[in-house]
């Protein structure tokens, strides 16, 4: 016990030794936001230009980095470069987002109806950015372009887990990007647990629903904003209308790229009894074709990123009652951190074990066989109601709208997987505990910035207050105001009525005008 308490009070003591460090570091950022430095156009526009110089000059370095993380083909760097679309998209619209956005000014705001009213779209502050292991760069890179365009100061925390990738990170914003503004911290629980205690204007945070609380709990200490880019398990529902080859191949094309490392990679799949058979062998098959009988030899298929988190997969594979359908003859080697390809059949009336309970992250993926998609609607329902994605596989309008209004999710696809998140128009989040706030494109902008509500009355004609003074007022004026404003001159529940009658005569009148010009011809 003394021990223990000792250790507390050492790793506390070591917390805020940390925090010793950061707070200059903080005030810095703060003297240059203070300063205007970040909000200018100019700042802006130069940052996010930087931002395409870095991919443009060094995506061969950042490819070769993040393979010695993940292993993979050389397209694997591909998912690391995303964030020069969004600085792209960013350039071309900053203007736009930047400048004000007028509103409508109603009549009891401003009688007179010469009032003003309009949004500032404004940066927040000094906002950090934790990042996760599983895409190390991207998920740091395009959270920055949305601070960046909303003219934000930024600490990013990368991921230590990612051991090549995190080094890499700082010696690239060092080397592009303005470090009086932009800053990265590197270490472990120790120096995440400090950045959280210190005061920031916005936390965006990437990873699982654990540390998730933790972020939230130490943003409350000072009211913090938070988005929150967790997980869930994203399920794909496939009926009898599906093209099977196309679900397969799709279905592929998203589980296995970063041997589902993904938060929303395909986490299960629903599907209709009557596509079980074709689906299971198909989708065997084309694995066979993509990783060969021997997917460890094959340079084409990644690894997982540390021996920890392969033997979490090994464990959920050992307690499955499920029948594996590929990879039988395959194990799980912690050394080389491998985890074959591994498509499990489940009965589902047993959902209850961890492979259907906890997110998977990994190239594993459960098969339960359903009656209809009502069925299929249930057990999502069951399994996590609201998963950070939902795939349906049909060419039935009605089932997609059907699947579409009685399930909830972050983000949809119909008829493909993963793709939304290529859309820039769209947003990228959760709902829930698979998190909440929204990235890309003008949606990243929005949650980085704080739109401020600004109105300008009239003084021209109007001059006095929107109330009388004490002394005129009295029960007259507040009946005239209600009358105004609340109950109107003709009962609400009358309205609809009056207003089909007014219609009807100046139908009428139109008809007894065009009656009299055709009589007078």
């Given amino acids: 016990s003394y021990s223990f308490c000792t250790l507390l009070i050492n790793r506390q003591q070591i917390t805020n030794d940390i925090m010793d460090t950061y707070e200059p570091m903080i005030q810095g950022l703060r003297k240059e936001f203070e300063n205007g430095k970040t909000r200018s156009y100019e700042w802006r526009k130069a940052q996010l230009e930087r931002v395409l110089d870095m991919i443009e000059n060094e995506h061969e370095k950042i490819t070769s980095t993040v393979r010695k993380d993940h292993g993979g083909p050389k397209l694997r760097g591909l998912g690391e470069l995303g964030c020069h679309k969004a600085a792209t998209f960013a350039l071309a619209n900053l203007k736009s987002w930047m400048a004000d956005t007028k509103v409508t000014t109603p009549f009891d705001a401003s009688p007179t109806m010469m009032g003003s009213s309009w949004l500032r779209h404004e940066p927040k502050g000094v906002v950090l950015i934790i990042s996760p292991w599983n895409y190390p760069l991207e998920l740091v890179f395009t959270p920055l372009v949305s601070a960046i365009a909303a003219g934000n100061c930024v600490v990013i925390k990368p991921s230590e887990v990612s051991t090549n990738s995190a080094p890499l990170i700082e010696e690239l914003v060092n080397k592009y990007l303005d470090t009086s503004c932009i800053k990265v911290v590197q270490g472990a629980i120790p120096e995440t647990t400090a950045l959280l205690k210190l005061q920031w204007d916005h936390i965006l945070y990437t990873g699982n629903g654990t540390v998730g609380k933790i972020v939230m709990k130490a943003a409350a200490e000072h009211l913090t904003p938070v988005t929150l880019e967790l997980g869930g398990k994203s399920p794909v529902i ?123 992250f990994g190239p594993i993926l459960p098969v339960i066989t359903v009656d209809n998609v009502c069925e299929a609607i249930s057990v999502v329902k069951k399994i996590c109601p609201k998963p950070l994605a939902l795939y349906v596989f049909s060419e039935n309008s009605k089932v997609v709208g059907d699947v579409l209004e009685n399930t909830q999710s972050g983000g949809a696809c119909v008829n493909t997987a993963m793709e939304h998140f290529m859309n820039v128009h769209l947003p990228f989040g959760g709902i829930g505990p698979s998190g909440f706030g929204a990235c890309h494109g003008k949606f990243g902008f929005d949650d980085f910035s704080h739109t401020r509500a600004c109105f300008k009355q009239d003084t021209l004609i109007k001059k006095d207050a929107a109330l009388p003074p004490p002394e005129k007022a009295n029960d007259k004026i507040y009946d005239v105001i209600v009358k105004v404003l609340i109950l109107g001159f003709i009962p609400r529940k009358s309205r609809g009525l009056v207003r089909h009658l007014f219609l009807a005569l100046f139908l009428c009148l139109i008809f007894y005008v065009a009656k009299n010009a055709f009589l007078r011809l």
């Avoid at 599906?242 to 929303?264: E, L, M, P, Y």
Wanted: proline content about 4%; aromatic content about 6%; glycine content about 4%.
């Fill in 238 to 360: 496939v009926d009898s209308t599906a093209k099977i080859d196309t679900v397969v191949s799709r279905i592929n094309g998203a589980k296995w790229f970063n041997v589902g490392q993904t938060c929303i990679a395909p986490d299960y799949v629903l599907i209709h009894k009557d596509k079980e058979e074709e689906f299971l062998s198909k989708m065997k098959a084309s694995i066979e074709r993509s990783y060969g009988e021997d997917p460890a030899s094959n340079e084409k298929y990644g690894k997982i990123i540390n021996s920890n988190h392969t033997n979490r997969l090994k464990s959920m594979l050992d307690k499955t009652s499920g029948k594996v359908i590929t990879s039988s003859k395959l194990s799980v080697d912690t050394e080389s951190r491998f985890v074959p390809p591994t498509v499990v059949h489940h009965d589902k009336n047993q959902l209850d074990e961890p492979l259907l309970k906890e997110e998977i």
